[in-house]
């Protein structure tokens, strides 16, 4: 029972800072425990009826120390606040040079596609050094991607698109949890996290034969489900060409109005499912919801070939 | 603390205070009728009393889930003691118990300990009895309005109790319910019916608690007793009237989550499910509501929560260590300013349970920042408790024993409150038992151990008759020990990644090389040592009140009005509406013969006391 390591590993480039920030809190806590908890045993042994102490003058009230009370906490926690905050800036945005990856979590497992088009379930393979930008989506309930080593947690969601980064900076293999309690099974949902060297990583990615990218099977979901009949080259539908879209503002018509979205993954796949809600300007409403025909999984590839538009101009 | 009596006209017992109406002395004769008398009654004592039973027994069963759980968790899979012959004898389960079974159980841990247990309690129980009784009225404003708030608690019981019986079993989607995991009718046997029975049973407690808000809120504001100046109710009366504030503002909102889960799970409506969601093969939904809605919804009703439970802890352990110390509060004024204030805080902090929900930093930011700025008015509670015993003549009863261990264990569920603040540790401790550890040392170490020193201390009052002070004493030293050997390991495995509301932390190899094993186990043991130590309380609790020795008037000498009347009071309390003449916390007065001078007993030199101005 005592070989117990206290800490998790600290296996990505949020873990030491976090840590330090944790530490500082525990140095706190003890602290005070401490302090406060020796004076609520001095007070009530010294002070106990029996005892002949000094007791003239009692103090009842004094705005002094209830000032150094107040002061000595907002002083820590503004610290802390500081602190934290700036961290959790640090944890939200991620590199742009980021690899990414697709996540869909359902009951009871995680389905994980990298880019290049290698899925695997329960297990995300990563170079080790390389800034990680997982896009997660669930296709149930609520459940929460965890790796304690890597000290990061977000909550993956249904009908939207929820991201998490990270930059692991060990090798090796760490603990992944569902985090959001999902059901019957929730405490065997998990698998692991193999941290490799980036050249292992190279030859992981294209072992059993280099299959489709994700961008080239979403190329084919967008011809199979014909959204290419009116979005490439149509002579009788009018309908905005996809080229260069990705991650630029999209004009939106808005009543009389006309508003800007930028064109991220959240809008993308708004626009597949909910074609109405947000139409561009100068288009009619006139594409079909595509609710319930499409599953996550092949939505993600969807975007990742749109996304792969991104650098191309379109050609009128 | 001592002003000298010079601009309100001669000091004395004719002095009327600015609310008194001395024509309202009138007593109604107690009902004669069983029924109405102990049953349907609307005297705020047997209603006090009735919560105080109903949430005792409802304790005893969330106590039992608390030990199936801790046995799943510390020998999973192995058979459990009577459960196991009980429900598992079929050869298809092995007496194991299957995992919905585990989920069931601390769903519904969760749920009754909170909705049926301590807040039934606390303000149910203890701000029934107490609030008329310490502000010198005969009865609440609204006595029918009482007798109706306590009835709307039994449905509440035995939705929650059926539940258990019907097709698929009680809820299992957590206490908190989120969906969709609780409105698709597939998503676990849990949601087929018990969550509907749930909902229904969480609204009918949630009524209950509106109804008593609004009459302790209006109790407290209109029948007050000549004299009894707002500074000068005791931090009981005060603490429960804010408790109150939060409850009539918060309930509402939790109430509408309830009904629109409520009409998503029974009439089709899409409040919180998004768009084409389809839960274990079900077919699509129509969709278009957001599931984070509802945890913005259950927060901000679920936080405040939080306070409504510990603050008229806080309440009434201020009154128990003031009389036990022999000493005036330290820092009245601050004690009432810090009740405010945490309630007030407590409206704008929901969103630190959601951090990780993929929330803006920059209203992160905000949330991280209310949080932080909680610590300030529980370090003055804190330090103010410590100012009392400074220098006092401390009385070591079974309550006062009780409510010192409330402010040592409120202290580490203080600070390892602070973790969750800071966003960033709050990302990586969050839904792992370091919250679990966290919400016992606030909910047990805080309120559960005021909650035994307000039994302790009023079960005179109440009932006529003393508590066994042994007894007493012996069960909170165990309880002391077995609770922190249950409950301080948590943040330990908490911090290492054991994540909350598995059924198995053995099926990682991470969890199981790390020595959490033997933790769990450890805690195991504690928590059922500290399950049987409350059969000495049981024991004790029913002795005392068949055969106890007969309660004095005041037997712990103190000022508060309650005392000043019989024990247990009659039906209308005061035979005379007291005049109230000075602050509640006037012990050892210099110039005073006793060391306790209650609020209607004038002061010798015709000095009128007031709470210090600090």
């Known amino acids: 029972m005592w070989n117990f390591p206290l800490f998790p590993d600290q296996a990505s480039s949020h873990a030491s800072s976090i840590d330090a920030l944790y530490f500082f809190e525990w140095a706190v806590a003890i602290f005070f425990s401490i302090v406060i908890g020796i004076a609520v045993v001095v007070l009530a042994v010294r002070y106990r009826s029996g005892s002949k102490v000094d007791r003239t003058n009692p103090p009842t009230h004094s705005q002094f120390m209830e000032a150094i009370w107040i002061a000595i906490p907002f002083v820590i926690g503004m610290v802390m606040f500081a602190w934290g905050a700036i961290l959790f800036y640090d944890m939200y945005d991620p590199p742009g040079d980021a690899l990414e990856v697709s996540v869909v979590g359902k009951q009871w497992m995680w389905y994980i596609q990298h880019a290049q088009g290698r899925a695997e379930i329960n297990e995300l393979h990563i170079p080790v050094g390389q800034a990680v930008k997982l896009t997660m989506t669930s296709q149930d309930v609520i459940h929460s991607f965890f790796v304690p080593a890597f000290r990061v947690k977000q909550d993956v969601l249904p009908g939207r698109y929820t991201s998490l980064w990270f930059q692991p900076t060990k090798p090796g293999r760490y603990h992944l949890f569902c985090a959001e309690y999902c059901g019957t099974n929730h405490s065997v949902m998990g698998g692991w996290v193999e941290v490799m060297e980036p050249a292992a990583y190279e030859r992981w990615l294209t072992e059993g034969g280099s299959g489709p990218s994700m961008a080239e099977e979403g190329a084919r979901l967008f011809l199979q489900h014909h959204c290419a009949g009116c979005h490439r080259d149509s002579v009788t539908v009018k309908a905005p060409r996809l080229e260069g879209v990705y991650g630029r503002p999209v004009p939106i018509q808005n009543g009389k109005d006309v508003s800007f979205v930028t064109a991220d993954v959240a809008y993308i796949r708004d626009s597949i499912l909910r074609p109405k809600s947000q139409v561009v300007a100068g288009y009619e409403p006139i594409m079909p919801s595509f609710e319930g025909q499409i599953s996550e999984t092949d939505l993600l590839k969807i975007i990742a070939y749109i996304k792969s538009l991104s650098g191309k101009e379109a050609v009128r | 603390m001592h002003e000298p009596e010079s601009h309100e006209g001669a000091p004395g017992v004719t002095a009327p205070g600015p609310e ?18 102990y049953i349907f009654a609307s005297d705020h004592k047997v209603i006090g009393i009735q919560f105080l039973f109903s949430g005792l027994i409802f304790f005893l069963v969330g106590g039992m889930l608390a030990m199936a759980l801790r046995w799943q968790l510390a020998w999973p899979w192995k058979p459990m003691p009577i459960l196991s012959r009980l429900l598992w004898a079929e050869p298809s389960l092995g007496y194991q118990m299957p995992p919905e079974f585990y989920n069931k159980l601390f769903t519904m841990h969760a749920t009754i300990m909170i909705f049926f247990v301590i807040i039934p309690l606390l303000t149910g129980g203890f701000g029934n009895f107490l609030i008329p009784l310490m502000i010198g009225a005969r009865d609440m404003a609204f006595p029918k309005l009482n007798m109706l708030s306590y009835w709307f608690m039994p449905p509440a019981m035995v939705l929650i109790t059926y539940s258990f019986f019907v097709e698929g079993g009680s809820a299992e989607a957590g206490w908190t319910s989120y969906p969709p995991l609780a409105f698709a009718r597939w998503a676990t046997p849990g949601s087929l019916n018990g969550q509907t029975l749930w909902l229904l049973s969480l609204l009918f407690a949630g009524i209950s608690s509106i109804l008593g808000s609004i009459n302790y809120i209006t109790t ?15 931090m009981t009366v005060w603490a429960m009237f804010i408790t109150a504030i939060l409850q009539a503002f918060a309930l509402p909102v939790l109430t509408s989550a309830l009904i629109m889960q409520t009409l998503d799970r029974v009439a089709g409506t899409n409040f919180f499910s998004p768009v084409g969601l389809t839960v274990a ?124 261990g409330f402010v040592s264990m409120f202290i580490i569920g203080g600070l390892s409150g602070i973790f969750m603040a800071a966003s960033p540790v709050d990302i990586h401790i969050h839904d792992t038992y370091f919250i679990v550890g966290h919400i016992h040392y606030v909910l047990f170490g805080g309120s559960t151990f005021a909650i035994f020193a307000a039994i302790h201390y009023w079960f005179p009052k109440i009932f006529g008759r003393m508590m066994n002070e042994r007894l007493g004493m012996i069960h909170f030293f165990l309880t002391f020990i077995f609770f922190n050997g249950t409950f301080y390991l948590m943040h330990i495995v908490g911090m290492h990644g054991h994540p909350r509301r598995i059924a198995d932390p053995t099926v990682y190899s991470y969890l199981q090389g790390a020595g959490v094993i033997g933790m769990n186990q450890f805690m195991t043991v504690n928590a059922f040592l500290l399950g049987f130590t409350q059969l000495i309380f049981v024991f004790n609790f029913l002795y005392s009140l068949a055969a106890g020795p007969k309660a004095s008037e005041n037997p712990w000498h103190a000022n508060t009005l309650e005392w000043t009347t019989s024990s247990p009071p009659a039906h209308y309390n005061f035979e005379r509406i007291p005049v109230v003449l000075h602050a509640p916390y006037e012990y050892s007065v210099p110039g005073v013969d006793e060391d306790f001078l209650p609020q209607t007993k004038p002061f010798p030199g015709g000095q009128r006391l007031e709470p210090a101005h600090s």
């Open chain 2, 20 to 37: 008194s109406d001395p024509g309202h002395d009138h007593i109604h004769p107690a009902p004669g009728w069983f029924l109405t008398r």
């Open chain 2, 220 to 234: 407290i504001v209109m029948l007050r007793a000549p004299g009894m100046k707002l500074f000068r109710m005791p």
């Open chain 2, 281 to 404: 093969n079900a077919p699509p939904v129509v969709g278009g509501g957001g599931p984070i809605l509802y945890q913005h919804l259950f927060w901000f009703y679920s936080h405040p929560a939080v306070y409504v439970m510990i603050l008229p802890a806080m309440g009434m352990v201020s009154d128990i260590i003031a009389t036990f110390s022999r000493k005036p509060l330290f820092g009245y004024k601050p004690m009432v300013c810090a009740i405010a204030g945490i309630a007030g805080l407590g409206f704008i902090v929901w969103g630190h349970h959601m951090f990780q929900s993929g929330m803006n930093p920059a209203l992160g930011a905000t949330f991280m920042m209310s949080t932080m700025l909680i610590a300030l008015p529980s370090a003055i509670k804190v330090f103010n408790w410590l100012g009392t015993m400074w220098g006092g003549r401390i009385q070591f009863t079974a309550a006062m024993l009780n409510a010192v």
